[in-house]
């Protein structure tokens, strides 16, 4: 599994409520990515780090933050959950080197937001 | 910024015929297109993928095809089984553009849910 775990795995919370979700690697990747999956919308990358406090928007990032205090942590926050934020995030690394790396993506979050 | 069109969103093939799904992308500089298979409840998992230097690329049942002056790619999976049955995404990038290690910031399609019915 490449070493990636999300958590938690299921959240139900409020409009208004700040939610953190956590993705954590153990094999020292330098590249981390949060998507959000809808249906219809497929997968929409929200924010990717690319090294320890280097972190950027990608096509969703409204409403959304991220922090990578480590290498083995990338934490996405909703500072006030809407339910337009209710989905299944996945988080993302690249494994491999040069030209043969490969997207392994977690085993995804689902928030639900009332 | 990229945009990936994929058609069609659904797709339904008797088991061991062939289906195609096929993907247009807006950016002339991409150069990595893979595709993805998600299973009910799983993560997407990489099954192929293809660079701008190669038109087409098999392995076993499964064929993916380029066509960079059209701006297309497409997945074909021959002898279908009802183990395909999944959606599927398509996605393109810059290789090695900022933020993104060795495939860039992949940008993904809308998916296309295959059904094989035995």
């Known amino acids: 599994d490449a070493g990636i775990t999300q958590s938690p795995r299921h959240k139900v919370t409020e409009t208004g409520t700040p939610v953190t979700l956590r993705c954590h690697q153990t094999?020292?990747?330098?590249?981390m990515y949060w998507y959000r999956q809808d249906p219809g919308h497929g997968l929409r990358l929200i924010h990717y780090?690319?090294?320890?406090?280097?972190?950027d928007k990608g096509e969703v990032s409204d409403g959304y933050s991220v922090s990578r205090s480590k290498t083995e942590d990338f934490l996405l926050t909703l500072e006030s959950a809407t339910s337009s934020q209710t989905s299944v995030y996945f988080c993302?690394?690249?494994?491999?080197?040069?030209?043969?790396?490969?997207?392994?993506f977690g085993e995804g979050s689902r928030l639900t937001v009332l | 910024g990229e945009n990936v069109e994929q058609h069609p969103s659904t797709l339904s093939v008797q088991e061991g015929d062939s289906a195609v799904i096929k993907c247009t992308y807006s950016?002339?500089?991409?150069?990595?297109f893979p595709w993805y298979k998600q299973e009910l409840g799983k993560r997407p998992q990489l099954i192929i993928d293809?660079?701008?230097?190669?038109g087409e690329k098999k392995d076993q049942r499964i064929a993916v095809t380029l066509n960079k002056t059209a701006k297309h790619f497409s997945l074909h999976i021959t002898e279908t089984q009802p183990e395909d049955s999944a959606v599927y995404f398509c996605?393109?990038?810059?290789?090695?553009?900022?933020?993104?290690?060795?495939?860039?910031?992949?940008?993904f399609g809308k998916g296309t849910k295959l059904s094989v019915k035995p």
């Open positions: 993302a690394i690249t494994i491999g080197v040069g030209v043969t790396g490969e997207l392994f």
């Open positions: 094999e020292n990747h330098r590249y």
């Open positions: 780090s690319y090294g320890v406090k280097d972190t």
């Open positions: 950016d002339s500089a991409s150069n990595y």
């Open positions: 293809i660079r701008s230097n190669v």
């Open positions: 996605a393109a990038s810059i290789s090695g553009g900022v933020g993104g290690g060795s495939q860039g910031n992949l940008i």
